[in-house]
T-cell receptor, first 108, second 115 residues
């Protein structure tokens, strides 16, 4: 089955860029997703990328996909304190496999 | 814009009690899912329903049953709760499942503690 790995923690200063990385194992995953979870809340879909794309940009968010290395990254430009949350990478087809989440801490 | 609604939001059970978690979506989605989230871990799939009338096991189905009551509703039942089932349970829905890979939309979760 699918395995998805993420680093656990990232700390950045407000205004800097954040880059959250993810690796996955199943090359048949059609779409790859990034979700955001704030304390006590459900998961909010941030963005997703189709597996035949290399990059997708959506306002402050940039997703890069290296299909050869099965590596996915999420870049948040001009990171704000409101971006502090846990970010989950997910991959799969019928049902999703989630990474353990990266906790992003934004320092003022 | 209700999206995916889960009830209850919080529940405390004693070991051996039974309980049903409810989930309803108003987006006319075909597929629905139940996940559990444990501290320091990502979400793990318990069961899913690709379409009305079908259900399939996910990664961690033991101790749970599900019912796809109609297109809108998908319930998760714990027949005899155990402390290992203490977790946050999330319901999700998507337009279709399978190779089209439609994104899943999540409810706010049910926080379940079993003593």
């Amino acid at each position: 089955g699918e395995d998805v790995e993420q680093s656990l923690f990232l700390s950045v200063r407000e205004g800097d860029s954040s880059v959250i990385n993810c690796t996955y194992t199943d090359s048949s995953s059609t779409y790859l997703y990034w979700y955001k979870q704030e304390p006590g809340a459900g998961l909010q879909l941030l963005t997703y990328i189709f597996s035949n794309m290399d990059m997708k940009q959506d306002q402050r968010l940039t997703v890069l996909l290296n299909k050869k290395d099965k590596h996915l990254s999420l870049r948040i430009a001009d990171t704000q304190t409101g971006d502090s949350a846990i970010y989950f990478c997910a991959a799969g087809r019928r049902a999703l496999t989630f990474g353990s989440g990266t906790r992003l801490q934004v320092q003022p | 814009n209700a999206g995916v609604t889960q009830t209850p939001k919080f529940q405390v059970l004693k070991t051996g009690q039974s309980m049903t978690l409810q989930c309803a979506q108003d987006m006319n989605h075909n597929s629905m899912y139940w996940y559990r989230q444990d501290p320091g871990m990502g979400l793990r799939l318990i069961y899913y329903s690709a379409s009305e009338g079908t259900t399939d096991k996910g990664e961690v189905p033991n101790g749970y049953n599900v019912s796809r009551l109609n297109k809108r509703e998908f319930s998760l039942r714990l027949e005899s709760a155990a402390p290992s089932q203490t977790s946050v349970y999330f319901c999700a829905s998507s337009e279709v499942s399978g190779s089209r890979g439609q994104p899943q939309h999540f409810g706010d979760g049910t926080r379940l503690s079993i003593l």
